[in-house]
């Protein structure tokens, strides 16, 4: 099939003649006559019912039309794709991201990101509210833990596993063998969390867990802050492998219970709607893939960008 002749059949049905048609095609009336034909020929059908007025197309024509419509869009699209993949980033990249993920996973491909493409800025907006895509004149979001339901493009990159982690000297205070002996230990509460009391933890093929609720010694908003304060032998807190994993690697934080798991969650890239993303989004999120793909394990490990 010749797509020349699908655009030469949707202009005129647009435009109502042939006459129109041509002019913006920027060609002959003769030559959008005859490929018209040539397109009535091969389906062997007619598409347009002609006048010494106007076009109008049949019955046939409109259905035709209509799906002339989505398949030129189609290969408009194809080759804006192409164009998009084949430039350099430029511009701005605006970048929203939660304290803890952005400083240990985004600030360094942020960084590597500058580095190879020199003519596109960066700023990188970190915290812990959410941030509306459109109104904040964000190119892309960061989000990680459970996604609410969205009218944004979303794509999970990976996932992190959350860990009940204490002080190296604070851990030896006390003895537990099972999630409840926590309840009553001094804990250090994120507020970022939706619900930074309530804890499940699950065991092997154990269907029903067990649930506990901590008693806050101290509470603060900020998850690197909740991070300075374990470390400095506050308690307890629940806290993502991403941000422990060196903490634990150096013995400077303990896994508490490792046998018992928490809840895991999702890393996601977040869009505005959009039929076409900038180079300057593609390149850095194929970069922040990598850097996912490239993470050691903590424990059972993460799972693979998806």
Request: proline share 5%; charged share 20%; glycine share 8%.
């Amino acid at each position: 099939m010749n797509l020349n002749r699908l655009a030469y059949f949707a202009a005129v049905v647009d435009a109502g003649s042939f006459t129109r048609a041509a002019e913006r095609l920027g060609i002959t009336k003769a030559v959008v006559s005859q490929q018209v034909a040539r397109l009535e020929r091969d389906l062997g059908t007619t598409l347009l019912i002609r006048t010494t007025r106007r076009v109008h197309p049949t019955e046939a024509g409109r259905t035709f039309h209509a799906r002339c419509l989505n398949v030129l869009q189609q290969a408009e699209d194809a080759f804006d794709e192409l164009a998009q993949a084949a430039a350099e980033p430029t511009g701005t990249l605006r970048i929203a991201a939660p304290n803890d993920y952005g400083t240990s996973a985004v600030v360094p491909v942020v960084a590597a990101f500058s580095a190879r493409y020199p003519a596109c800025r960066v700023e990188l907006t970190l915290g812990d509210e959410t941030i509306d895509l459109a109104s904040g004149g964000m190119d892309v979001a960061i989000r990680v833990g459970w996604l609410a339901d969205s009218s944004l493009q979303a794509r999970r990159i990976g996932t992190f596993r959350q860990f009940m982690v204490c002080g190296a000297e604070f851990a030896g205070r006390f003895t537990a063998g099972e999630p409840q002996d926590l309840a009553e230990l001094p804990f250090v509460a994120n507020l970022a969390l939706r619900e930074p009391l309530l804890w499940q933890f699950s065991r092997g093929d154990d269907e029903h867990g067990a649930a506990v609720r901590m008693q806050a010694t101290i509470a603060i908003d900020a998850t690197p802050a909740v991070l300075a304060a374990v470390r400095a032998g506050a308690g307890l807190s629940v806290l993502p492998d991403f941000l422990v994993r060196d903490e634990l690697a150096a013995g400077r934080l303990v896994q508490i219970l490792p046998e018992w798991q928490l809840p895991s969650g999702g890393i996601y890239t977040v869009y505005p709607a959009a039929r076409f993303r900038p180079p300057k989004v593609t390149r850095f999120v194929e970069m922040l893939v990598a850097a996912e793909q490239k993470t050691g394990p903590v424990g059972e490990g993460r799972e693979g960008a998806r």
